[in-house]
């Protein structure tokens, strides 16, 4: 019995795939929404979490590789499923930390077993997706300027962005990652004073 009704995410940059397996997955039963790459992936994620990710491995900008990672480490109640055609069989490819193994094209009875094979997918409680303690972040040198810029390095999608901070703000700032909008929480470390006597 595959577990209908579970919330299948589909993440594929073939527009075509996405469509075919999402009409697919929906015949079968299941609650589907699908993502063009792994940023918009995690943003889905961060909406609702799904039970099944069904991701392409090689996709632009954050391959199914890195999702894979990035959603093991902050998810690890999702199920993962790796698929691709750059792959042969069912074997979970190297580097690809998932589930299961889905070879495109190998038809919707393989993806069923696949599917049926998983471990009952139980309801968890999600997890909160960003930590209470913010990030500390080094001011990129000490200029008199009112305004400087610090990079700031997504601790979900390892990605790495500048931001202008202003010296007038809180100590706990909070913004979005340009990539993958997680909501960040920083502090600034002031440069220590300059010990004059
Ligand atoms: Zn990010």
């Known amino acids: 019995m595959p577990n209908t009704k579970a919330k299948v995410l589909v993440v594929d940059d073939e527009p075509l795939i996405r469509t075919t397996m999402s ?7 299941y609650q589907v929404r699908s993502a063009e790459n792994g940023f918009s992936a995690l943003r889905e994620i961060r909406q609702e979490m799904p039970d099944i990710l069904l991701t392409d491995l090689n996709m632009p900008d954050m391959s199914g590789f890195e999702l894979l990672s990035v959603v093991g480490r902050r998810f690890p109640a999702v199920h993962k499923i790796a698929m691709s055609g750059a792959y042969l069989g069912t074997e979970v490819p190297s580097g690809a930390s998932a589930d ?8 919707v009875e393989a993806l069923l077993h696949i599917l049926g094979a998983l471990p009952h997918i139980e309801q968890l409680a999600p997890q909160p997706f960003s930590s209470a303690v913010p990030l500390w972040i080094h001011r990129n040198g000490h200029g008199s300027a009112p305004e400087t810029c610090v990079t700031i390095s997504c601790p979900v999608c390892l990605r790495s962005f500048p931001q202008a901070i202003d010296d007038s703000d809180g100590l706990v700032r909070e913004t979005d990652c ?5 909501p960040i929480q920083y502090a600034i470390v002031q440069p220590p004073d300059r010990m004059s006597v």
């Open 23 to 29: 009409m697919v997955l929906a015949e079968m039963g």
């Open 100 to 107: 299961a193994f889905y070879q495109k094209g190998s038809g």
């Open 178 to 182: 340009i990539h993958c909008s997680n």
